[in-house]
């Protein structure tokens, strides 16, 4: 471990912090051992950092490219450190989530600014820099459409008194990056805490806890356990990637789903999380979840039925929201919430690529809320059919909902 490392960590904390910090690490050993495994960790990451990224600012500059706050000058840098930040951003994913997050507070306040100050007429702005997603290549770049309407009406003045812009962003990139960091090396600490299975899904993957609770994972989700010697068994660790959890309902031990950043609190329900290393989304499909920062177990909040949330870095949730269901297709089911059985065959005949009709007299009736297709496509149409008091038909290579056979008719 890197001495300096540590003095830093340390001589950052208020006195009384420090005391409070001393006390525990001398009356817990545990602690202390993992203690010293952070900064050791963080030190390594810290180096990895500095040698794909050794100047912070350019990632800021990269961030605000898309906006007219850089001078020629800054642009002359960043297009000479582009090909580099392309490689810092292909090799760690969450330098991608610290861009965005620096754009989102840039537009956050753009919109403030449009809300107190008098707009000049619209003018063209350059178009804004697509960010790439995490683990996606950053060459061939499309921009987007437009530059937001904030971006877009900032007074002159204003820009004039923001003076050096993109250096009133190098502290919050800093702690932005401070927090991918934490992310990172919590996830390896994780990896190494004992007592815990840590399963890795090469493929679709479903894991069956003690008390029945299941937890469905994407390829290449890490999911930990806990091992035997774990007392608590109503408890998970997304470390990374997607899951789809059912959890039996116990109102007297509610099961936990913790990610590096976050906290999930469930009764009995069926939800999807997706964790990084600096974000966790929780899309509740039925029951009820509370999620919460791991740092600020007070600042939870309930999700509903159809809606989600998301932790960003160290931040308070995002406020619960409507959750477009089709993006939990993954999963193997479609989840249906407020369609037709017009719009419920497409999704199904999209899932399983093979052809589904429907008669229009059926077309527009609404379905029950549920699930479907999680034991295939033809039972999946039956539980529609009788619902409907309809029949499935096999026809053309695929199958036909249709109404019921009239009386004194000869089913099909």
């Known amino acids: 471990m890197n001495d300096s490392d ?73 297009d000479a450190a582009r090909p580099a930040l392309d490689r810092a951003l292909a090799r760690h994913p969450g330098l991608v989530a610290a861009v965005a997050r620096i754009q989102a507070d840039r537009d956050a306040f753009e919109a403030a600014w449009a809300e107190t100050a008098q707009p000049e007429p619209d003018r063209p702005a350059p178009a804004p820099l697509a960010v790439p997603a995490a683990g996606a290549s950053t060459t061939n770049r499309s921009p987007k459409p437009a530059a937001s309407r904030a971006a877009r009406d900032r007074p002159a003045a204003g820009r004039a008194a923001r003076g050096a812009g993109p250096v009133r962003w190098v502290a919050r990139v800093a702690a932005v990056l401070a927090v991918v960091a934490f992310g990172a090396v919590l996830t390896l600490v994780w990896d190494r805490d004992a007592g815990w299975e840590t399963l890795v899904a090469d493929g679709a993957r479903t ?59 469930v009764l009995g329900t069926t939800f999807t999380v997706e964790a990084t290393d600096v974000q966790t989304e929780v899309v509740l499909v039925s029951g009820a979840v509370a999620l919460a920062p791991r740092a600020m177990p007070e600042a939870a909040v309930t999700l509903a039925p159809g809606e989600r949330s998301a932790v960003l870095a160290l931040d308070a949730p995002s406020a619960p929201e409507p959750a477009d269901l089709r993006a939990l297709d993954w999963t193997g089911t479609v989840f249906a919430r407020d369609l037709t059985v017009g719009e419920l065959a497409a999704r199904l005949a999209r899932q399983w690529g093979e052809a589904v009709a429907v008669d229009p007299a059926l077309a527009s009736e609404k379905i029950s809320d549920g699930e479907y297709g999680a034991d295939g496509l033809r039972d999946a149409l039956g539980k529609i059919a009788g619902a409907m008091g309809g029949r499935v038909v096999a026809e053309g290579g695929g199958f036909r909902l249709a109404g019921a056979v009239p009386s004194g008719a000869t089913a099909r």
């Open 207 to 265: 894991v069956t806890f003690a008390d029945g609770s299941t937890a469905a994972l994407a390829d290449g989700a890490r999911l930990a356990v806990p091992g035997d010697g774990i007392e608590d068994q109503r408890q998970a660790r997304l470390i990374g990637g997607r899951a789809l959890f059912r959890i039996e309902r116990d109102p007297a031990d509610p099961f936990e789903v913790t990610t590096t950043n976050a906290e999930v609190t």
């Open 6 to 78: 540590a003095l830093a960590f340390y001589d950052a904390l208020p006195p009384d912090e420090q005391a409070a910090l001393d006390r525990a690490l001398a009356e817990q050993p545990a602690l202390a051992e993992a203690f010293a495994r952070w900064q050791s960790l963080r030190a390594e990451l810290r180096a990895e950092l500095a040698r794909d990224l050794p100047d912070h600012a350019l990632l800021v500059l990269y961030a605000l490219s898309d906006d007219d706050l850089l001078s020629d000058a800054d642009r002359a840098e960043l």
